[in-house]
């Protein structure tokens, strides 16, 4: 977007596909994120992030954004889950990011199944998640974490 | 509990706390 001379302005198409891409899927990516990080909190800072990255690159370079952003977001989640103690999703909370951490009387962090979610392990929640939640097979699965599947 | 009934409830959980999220909309989304 850009703003000309007589003060108006001037809207470029990449600025409405970025518009597009974000109103239709980060709200199901923050969800997906959610679910990876099992801390719905957590996972607003991770797309915030992710965002801000995406914005840095220029748009020509990028064949499918929606793919590019559900994959970026997918990764960041999964470096977070191999390096998660509590401790370091904490730090990584508390690290300037804009929101609040999850506090006792977080109902929606405190769910049940999120708390489930929390007690898997390593590369569990994302299995899990991809396969109930995105319904990938699990083949699919295997692929999208590039790692080798079952023959 | 089956291995069809354990995927179907986790398809089911995951419904659950998708729609909540959704209906409670209160996920801050980056601007």
Redo the contacts between chains.
Sequence with gaps: MNVRADGGVAIEPADIDLAML?RNE??RL??LG??LLAD?RL??DV??DV??TLLQKPMADIDNPAAYLRTAVINRCRRLQKRSTSRLLAEYRYAGR??QPADADDA?HN?A??VRLRQLTTAQPTV??LA??EDLTLAAVAEQMDIPSAP | MTTDQL?DH??G??H???Q???E?G?????S
């Design positions: 974000y980060l709200p923050v969800r959610a679910f719905p996972a607003e797309c915030q965002v801000t804009p929101s929606l769910d199944f999120f899990v998640v109930y939640y | 995927e986790l398809r959980e995951f659950r706390l998708d909540r999220m959704m409670e209160n996920l801050a989304l980056p």
